[in-house]
């Protein structure tokens, strides 16, 4: 898929490379048309160009039931994105040096919401990513797509829905990651579209994370008065401010311009630190916390660098979908953070029967595993003839059809409308809600965001949706499959159904 995908050096495409002969050239000053040798392609000796189309087309990585109440501009990738993310942090447990800072992947589709532009770029339209990584191991600990403000705070913590873009942006991936409590200080470092003294500050007191990063000279609470070094000062000045209060440095130090730096590190130490100007090498004086954000800053733009060279699907892989090409960017940060994983753990193996895998090597193992996987139904059945198939299986979600009305969800119509009166109000109670293609009852696809019913707070159903709650052994007890699909028709639960008293009793109890 990787070669396929690579534009070759004709420009014909991944096409040319199940061109059956050497490609002929007509030109207007010769009488036979010119052969071109080794044009010739080499997929068609394992599959055809028809056959290849028919798997790009089947390429579908989105999840349409994860848009829920709206609000999510990329919803089609919030699936994946947590899963990278969830298996981040049960596999790293990272370092004392993080580095937070924007990635991203080009993209120029204009039906893409999530666009950026930025003039600066080598790829000027891309869809830019907010990275939390570590700065020796470069893993991805946590990653999110930018989405402007986010006024719908998608997957954000409610304690920071009032801050900043960037500020909320950074405090999240810190809380996601990390957590409020810390076993020990981390220290992160980050450039000045996110750090300014008020972040620092809640770093430090509510995540207990240090913090160091340049700052742009308007930022709130920096102060104008006392660091207010020029260019023409010399190369090698020097100013330190300190603000006892809420324990940060303020400092300035004059390079090849004026380096304005906000840190939590209480840290005034001056180290050296070589220039070469014109023909002369100088030594200089530069206060060591500079020294140190210059030695951390950098990971992610190492991981970016990484996931080029070893991988790079996003970049070389072409789809009319955007969602489709932002996929392939995370999945080269899955490959990134197993490429780590893998090679942390042979370190921490005393038995020395793992080696490490440089990229190729890894990449390779990785082409093989996919060649040879096998689904699960193509596994044969052991010989007592016990099937390993998920009874379940069968029942599907499917749309409801037209002219049928917007039905009700079953679970949610426990706790309210005109069966147990009106306990709870009815707002989103037809909205996302599919059929299920063996019982036929509806029910929502996905988890309502901040449902007031109780029924989700349960233990056993937490996380559920009300598809899957309803094809629970309680639900399957208390709802009867039907023939049909007239949502008309009421499909409240009696009494008489087993299980409805125990389950009710449960919800109404709940507190």
């Not at 309210?416 to 019982?439: P, T």
């Not at 109780?454 to 996380?463: M, T």
């Amino acid at each position: 898929m990787l070669k396929i995908s690579l534009m070759p050096i004709d420009m014909g495409g991944y096409p040319a490379y199940f061109r059956e002969k050497d490609k002929l050239v007509n030109y207007s000053n010769r009488e036979k048309p010119m052969r071109i040798k080794n044009t010739k392609g080499w997929a068609q000796d394992y599959m055809s160009l028809i056959r290849f189309k028919q798997i790009r087309s089947a390429f579908h990585p989105e999840c349409k039931s994860m848009a829920g109440e709206g609000g999510d501009k990329c919803y089609q990738l919030r699936r994946c994105i947590n899963a990278v993310n969830l298996s981040s942090k049960s596999t790293f447990d990272a370092g004392c040096w993080c580095s937070f800072d924007e990635g991203g992947v080009a993209c120029r589709s204009r039906f893409c919401p999530c666009r950026q532009y930025n003039k600066d770029k080598p790829d000027k339209f891309r869809v830019d990513f907010f990275i939390l990584a570590c700065s020796r191991t470069y893993a991805v600990l946590h990653i999110d797509v930018y989405q402007g403000r986010n006024a719908a705070n998608i997957n954000i913590d409610p304690s920071i829905h009032d801050l900043p873009t960037t500020q909320k942006a950074t405090m999240n991936a810190v809380m996601a990651a990390f957590g409020t409590e810390t076993r020990g200080a981390r220290h992160l470092a980050l450039d000045n579209r996110y750090q300014c003294p008020e972040l620092a500050v809640l770093l430090l007191t509510k995540c207990n994370i240090y913090s160091t990063g340049t700052c742009r000279r308007r930022r709130v609470g920096w102060d104008k008065v006392i660091m207010d070094l020029e260019k023409s000062d010399g190369r090698g000045t020097y100013k330190i401010s300190a603000d006892k209060q809420n324990r940060l440095l303020e400092m300035q130090w004059v390079d090849n311009k004026v380096v304005s730096m906000v840190t939590s590190r209480n840290d005034t130490t001056i180290g050296k630190v070589k220039r070469q100007i014109g023909s002369i090498k100088k030594t200089l004086d530069c206060p060591k916390a500079i020294m140190g954000y210059q030695a951390t800053m950098f990971g992610i733009d190492k991981g970016d660098q990484i996931r080029d060279h070893f991988g790079g699907f996003s970049t070389k892989a072409h789809f009319k979908k955007w969602y489709k090409k932002i996929f392939l960017a995370l999945l080269d940060c899955m490959l990134l953070n197993a490429l780590v994983a893998w090679n942390l753990s042979v370190d921490e193996d005393r038995l020395k029967i793992r080696n490490r895998l440089l990229r190729h090597e890894f990449m390779m193992t990785v082409a093989e595993s996919l060649l040879e996987y096998d689904e699960p139904d193509d596994i044969p059945e052991k010989e007592s003839g016990v099937s390993k198939k998920d009874p379940m299986a069968d029942h599907r979600q499917l749309e409801v059809p037209k002219g049928t009305g917007r039905p009700k969800c079953i679970v949610c119509r426990l706790e309210c409308g005109n069966f147990f009166g009106n306990l709870i109000s009815e707002a989103g109670i037809k909205r996302n809600v599919s059929v299920c293609s063996i019982c036929k009852v509806p029910a929502h696809n996905c988890v309502p965001a901040d449902s007031p019913r109780k029924i989700h707070r349960l233990p056993q159903f937490k996380g559920k949706t009300c598809f899957e709650i309803a094809h629970t052994p309680d639900g399957l007890s208390m709802w009867p499959i039907r023939n049909d699909l007239d949502h008309k028709q009421d499909q409240d639960p009696t009494p008489e159904h087993a299980g409805f008293g125990n389950l009710f009793e449960r919800c109404m109890g709940y507190p």
